[in-house]
């Protein structure tokens, strides 16, 4: 099956911006909708963002205007573009399928704080 490493995250200031990878070690270009998920601390796991094999985005309230998912299906690679970062942001990331039959294997994720 399909794996996925996340990386990219770190500590940024509020306002401040970063670039997420979740790189599989496989195609994805047969899944059909690829997502980055969140989990704060004492919090359920949530859906920030997804997209399509054909590029079709769809995003969560809360980050509408400042996060950009995208995908290459040639680099087996999903990206999470994070923009005007705020505190509530903090989390660590992951990424995964969105409403598939069967989900990956989660990976470690990748720990986002914005924090002045």
């Known amino acids: 099956q399909v794996q996925v490493v996340e990386s990219g995250g770190g500590l940024v200031q509020p306002g401040g911006s970063l670039r997420l990878s979740c790189a599989a070690s496989g195609s994805i270009s047969g899944i059909y909708s690829m997502g980055w998920y969140r989990q704060a601390p004492g919090k359920q796991r949530e859906l920030v963002a997804s997209v399509t094999s054909s590029g079709n985005t769809n995003y969560a309230d809360f980050v509408k205007g400042r996060f950009t998912i995208s995908r290459d299906n040639a680099k087996n690679t999903v990206y999470l573009q994070m923009s005007n970062l705020k505190p509530e942001d903090t989390a660590v990331y992951y990424c995964?399928?969105?409403?598939?039959?069967?989900?990956?294997?989660w990976g470690q994720g990748t720990q986002v704080t914005v924090s002045s």
């Open positions: 995964n399928k969105v409403r598939g039959v069967l989900m990956l294997a």
